[in-house]
């Protein structure tokens, strides 16, 4: 990636994307009004040799020309979105499609060799730039992966050893906000691997002091602050999440109050704010990361009786937080007041899986769980219906939208802002 990141001219680029700003307004999503269900998946996730097979989470690429799934048969799926449908999206007139049937088969299939821990986007990532089309993926008793999203070919693994000299597995990984660095997390250690240089060389740092003072436990999910100003976010299994400088991994303080271990940590679009959740932790807290005293407010969210690890998503403007749940619905927060907005249904059974699109009035949901049955003589499906483990994109409805020259605009606005990125990369 270094050889062509370093060669565009950084003076155009921000010039256009200014100019771009300033034509392109963002959609304002209309959350009383329910969305529509625009693309579903549900039998290719069943035909499967594990015949227990479900969800476990999705994320949408940077770009939003597509979305990752992750499942339990060891399997990272993507979907393209058709050519045509992010501009035809600003319509306002989204139809809706059958929940018993699939819109389209998965544009590519990577199989693992073990259950996925995790799995994250190239934060520069443009599917027109096959330099940057890749995301990572981590799996356990193997080594971190870095994949090719066009063809799906494996470009580097990234090795860390235990006092044995072992392979052992990160438990969640992240790259940096400039793409140069895959921070991962272990059982009390975090490794850090430059992006450049595969293999086994790493920096490692202990999250525990000598004096036992720290941040315990397995390092189960972590987030970077969006805004660059070098703090990292590190979710435990021991239900405390450390925040840290990027540079050095100086713990800077440790927040307590999680029911259940952490599986999903967020900043807010301006970085003065972080959302925690837990394991059958029925509340997504929000702290202020300037204080780091007391909870802001609490969003509720139905997890109790499920071992799922649910995770939720802010839309770009900041404004709103959306999440699943056990139910099947989907609620969506105000975050300025941290009061209850609108509920949906996306499914029938648990929502896993919640991702705002990038720049559009959309998102995706991933549903299931793990069912302890087997399946009857001729029956793969386990009577599964369609609304149950599954996938689906929605289009919201919305109010406000800059009227010039929307289909170019669409168009570069997931492709500008990587180039101008890669450069200060």
Same mark, same amino acid.
């Given at each position: 990636?270094? %050889?062509?990141?370093?060669?565009?001219?950084?003076?155009? +680029?921000?010039?256009?994307?200014?100019?771009?700003?300033?034509?392109?307004?963002?959609?304002?999503?209309?959350?009383?009004?329910?969305?529509?269900?625009?693309?579903?998946?549900?039998?290719?996730?069943?035909?499967?040799?594990?015949?227990?097979?479900?969800?476990?989470?999705?994320?949408?690429?940077?770009?939003?020309?597509?979305?990752?799934? /992750?499942?339990?048969?060891?399997?990272?799926?993507?979907?393209?979105?058709? &050519?045509?449908?992010?501009?035809?999206?600003? $319509?306002?007139?989204?139809?809706?499609?059958?929940?018993?049937?699939?819109?389209?088969?998965?544009?590519?299939?990577?199989?693992?060799?073990? *259950?996925?821990?995790?799995?994250?986007?190239?934060?520069?990532?443009?599917? $027109?730039?096959?330099?940057?089309?890749?995301?990572?993926?981590?799996?356990?008793?193997?080594?971190?992966?870095?994949?090719?999203?066009?063809?799906?070919?494996? @470009?580097?693994?990234?090795?860390?050893?235990?006092?044995?000299?072992?392979?052992?597995?990160?438990?969640?990984?992240?790259?940096?906000?400039?793409? #140069?660095?895959?921070?991962?997390?272990?059982?009390?250690?975090?490794? !850090?691997?430059?992006?450049?240089?595969?293999?086994?060389?790493?920096?490692?740092?202990?999250?525990?002091?000598?004096?036992?003072?720290?941040?315990?436990?397995?390092?189960?999910?972590?987030?970077?602050?969006?805004?660059?100003?070098?703090?990292?976010?590190?979710? $435990?299994?021991?239900? /405390?999440? =450390?925040?840290?400088? %990027?540079?050095?991994?100086?713990?800077?303080? !440790?927040?307590?109050?999680?029911?259940?271990?952490?599986?999903?940590?967020?900043? *807010?679009?301006?970085?003065?704010?972080?959302?925690?959740?837990? @394991?059958?932790?029925?509340?997504?807290?929000?702290?202020?990361?300037?204080?780091?005293?007391?909870? +802001?407010?609490?969003?509720?969210? *139905? $997890?109790?009786? /499920?071992?799922?690890?649910?995770?939720?998503?802010?839309?770009?403007?900041?404004?709103?937080? =959306? #999440?699943?749940?056990?139910?099947?619905? +989907?609620?969506?927060?105000?975050?300025?007041?941290?009061?209850?907005?609108? #509920?949906?249904?996306?499914?029938?059974?648990?929502?896993? =899986?919640?991702?705002?699109?990038?720049?559009? &009035?959309?998102?995706?949901?991933? *549903?299931?769980?793990?069912?302890?049955?087997?399946?009857?003589?001729?029956?793969?499906?386990?009577?599964?219906?369609?609304?149950?483990?599954?996938?689906?994109?929605?289009?919201?409805?919305?109010?406000?939208?800059?009227?010039?020259?929307?289909?170019?605009?669409?168009?570069?606005?997931?492709?500008? %802002?990587?180039?101008?990125?890669?450069?200060?990369?």
């Amino acid at each position: 990636m270094a %050889e062509k990141e370093g060669d565009q001219p950084q003076a155009h +680029v921000v010039a256009d994307i200014t100019e771009q700003d300033q034509a392109y307004s963002w959609p304002v999503i209309r959350f009383d009004v329910p969305p529509n269900r625009t693309y579903h998946f549900c039998h290719q996730f069943r035909n499967t040799p594990n015949p227990n097979n479900f969800l476990k989470s999705l994320k949408w690429s940077p770009d939003g020309s597509c979305f990752l799934t /992750t499942s339990d048969d060891n399997t990272l799926r993507l979907f393209m979105l058709p &050519p045509d449908n992010g501009c035809d999206q600003l $319509s306002n007139s989204a139809c809706s499609v059958a929940a018993d049937e699939d819109s389209f088969a998965a544009n590519l299939v990577v199989s693992e060799g073990e *259950s996925v821990y995790d799995f994250c986007w190239y934060p520069y990532m443009s599917a $027109s730039d096959p330099v940057t089309n890749v995301f990572a993926s981590t799996t356990r008793d193997h080594p971190i992966h870095l994949w090719d999203a066009s063809s799906g070919e494996l @470009r580097c693994t990234y090795r860390a050893y235990d006092a044995m000299d072992e392979i052992t597995a990160a438990f969640s990984i992240a790259f940096n906000p400039s793409g #140069t660095k895959i921070f991962a997390g272990y059982n009390k250690s975090v490794r !850090v691997f430059d992006l450049h240089r595969p293999g086994r060389d790493f920096q490692q740092f202990s999250t525990v002091q000598g004096n036992k003072e720290g941040q315990t436990g397995i390092l189960s999910a972590m987030a970077f602050c969006p805004n660059h100003t070098g703090m990292l976010a590190i979710g $435990s299994y021991s239900q /405390t999440t =450390g925040i840290y400088r %990027e540079d050095n991994m100086e713990l800077l303080y !440790v927040l307590h109050g999680q029911e259940g271990g952490i599986t999903h940590v967020q900043f *807010s679009k301006d970085g003065n704010y972080l959302y925690t959740g837990g @394991r059958k932790d029925p509340y997504i807290m929000c702290w202020d990361t300037r204080k780091a005293v007391d909870v +802001v407010y609490k969003l509720y969210r *139905s $997890s109790e009786h /499920t071992n799922q690890r649910i995770l939720f998503d802010i839309e770009t403007q900041g404004r709103h937080l =959306g #999440t699943g749940g056990q139910g099947g619905f +989907v609620h969506i927060y105000d975050l300025q007041t941290g009061q209850w907005v609108s #509920t949906f249904q996306a499914a029938l059974d648990t929502v896993n =899986g919640f991702s705002f699109h990038p720049f559009l &009035p959309m998102a995706a949901t991933s *549903s299931g769980h793990r069912r302890f049955i087997a399946p009857d003589e001729g029956n793969e499906d386990l009577h599964l219906r369609g609304e149950e483990n599954c996938a689906s994109v929605w289009s919201f409805s919305f109010d406000s939208l800059a009227g010039n020259d929307v289909n170019i605009n669409c168009q570069d606005s997931s492709q500008s %802002e990587p180039a101008n990125l890669n450069k200060n990369s």
